[in-house]
């Protein structure tokens, strides 16, 4: 089985920080990664897939990066909207989907 | 208009079975990879089940034995059965579909609570 790490589980920034999360794989899923923001009440929005494809309808501000093991998510300029739990996804194969425990991000 | 309207869920003694139905329109159940997800309450997200393109199963070893997921095609409508359910099972379900096996899920449902308790 694949676990996903990810780091920190929350953070706070102000607006107009850069932000990054960092999520690490077990073992390598080359570029087989997705990242979803989830807000309280709502179901999961697709953010970045395949480690580095922007979702049709996204802000630039996010993008996201790496490959084997290490990924990446970075905002750019940290909105007062972008105040979400983040959550990294592996789908090598689609045989099986882990989620990441998930990042917390707040605006101070 | 993609859309995803998930239901059958409510409250089920340990034991118990239920089945959850996710009724897409807009798209094609059976062209595209779809997905089982659930959320405990205020934990994070944990996948479930999916089923490709070609019918092809897999589940988590947490369901595994116990959950079974399937699509009617003629529907358009993918379904869970939820067997032998536990009080860890209690979750928000929510189904999601991903249009290709290189891609993300695109599109979710709003969820539904099922909720195992004597």
């Known amino acids: 089985d694949i676990q996903m790490t990810q780091s920190p589980s929350t953070l706070s920034a102000s607006v107009g920080d850069r932000v990054t999360i960092t999520c690490r794989a077990s073992?390598?899923?080359?570029?087989?990664l997705a990242w979803y923001q989830q807000k309280p009440g709502k179901p999961p929005k697709l953010l970045i897939y395949k480690a580095s494809i922007l979702e049709s309808g996204v802000p630039s501000r996010f993008s996201g990066s790496g490959s084997g093991t290490e990924f990446t998510l970075t905002i750019s300029s940290l909105q007062a909207d972008d105040s979400a739990t983040y959550y990294c996804?592996?789908?090598?194969?689609?045989?099986?989907?882990?989620f990441g425990g998930g990042t917390k991000v707040e605006i101070k | 208009e993609v859309q995803l309207v998930e239901s059958g869920g409510g409250l089920i003694q340990p034991g118990g079975s239920l089945r959850l139905s996710c009724a897409a329109s807009?798209?094609?159940?059976?062209?595209?990879?779809m997905s089982w997800v659930r959320q405990a309450p205020d934990k994070g997200l944990e996948w479930v089940s999916v089923i490709h393109s070609d019918g092809y199963t897999s589940s988590a070893d947490s369901v595994k034995g116990r959950f079974t997921i399937s699509r009617d095609n003629s529907k358009n409508t993918l379904y869970l059965q939820m067997n032998s359910l536990r009080a860890e099972d209690t979750a928000f379900y929510y189904c999601?579909?991903?249009?290709?096996?290189?891609?993300?899920?695109?599109?979710w449902g709003q969820g539904t609570l099922v909720t195992v308790s004597s």
């Open positions: 807009g798209f094609t159940v059976s062209t595209s990879y």
């Open positions: 073992l390598s899923i080359s570029t087989w």
């Open positions: 996804q592996q789908y090598k194969s689609y045989l099986e989907l882990t």
């Open positions: 999601a579909r991903a249009p290709a096996a290189h891609y993300g899920s695109d599109y």
